[in-house]
């Protein structure tokens, strides 16, 4: 079977524009997710570059479970756990106590996510290069 790796990389940076897409249409739960898809599927093609499986929907314990001969930079598994909650919030209405997900995002967060998401995504290529 080959290495997807390169695949999931590509599909993370199309999932990356998609939030810059949504984020200046104003659609920032959409900037959010798209956020976390990028960087979930950038952190997949790093488990599967180093011969690990890909599954699941957490990005924290994705950065977390990988071999311990990668040095995680500081601070980059508190920002997947940032993206991890727009996982469910950013898209379903019992992710807040009241109110569409929309309503509860903005500018602030959707950049937050972006940035963050890019960390992961450039951590990733420099570990695959």
């Given at each position: ?19 810059r897409d ?72 019992s992710g ?34």
């Amino acid at each position: 079977m080959s290495n997807r790796a390169k695949d999931w990389v590509a599909q993370a940076v199309r999932d990356l524009e998609q939030a810059r897409d949504s984020k200046v249409a104003g659609r920032h739960e959409w900037a959010c997710f798209a956020s976390h898809q990028g960087a979930l599927k950038a952190l997949k093609a790093l488990r599967l570059h180093t011969g690990q499986e890909a599954w699941g929907h957490v990005v924290a314990k994705l950065l977390h479970e990988l071999p311990r001969r990668i040095a995680l930079p500081s601070g980059l598994v508190d920002k997947g756990h940032a993206l991890d909650a727009f996982y469910v919030s950013s898209r379903y209405p019992s992710g807040h106590v009241e109110g569409a997900p929309f309503e509860h995002y903005g500018p602030m967060q959707s950049e937050e996510a972006l940035r963050y998401a890019h960390e992961i995504l450039d951590f990733v290529r420099a570990q695959m290069a």
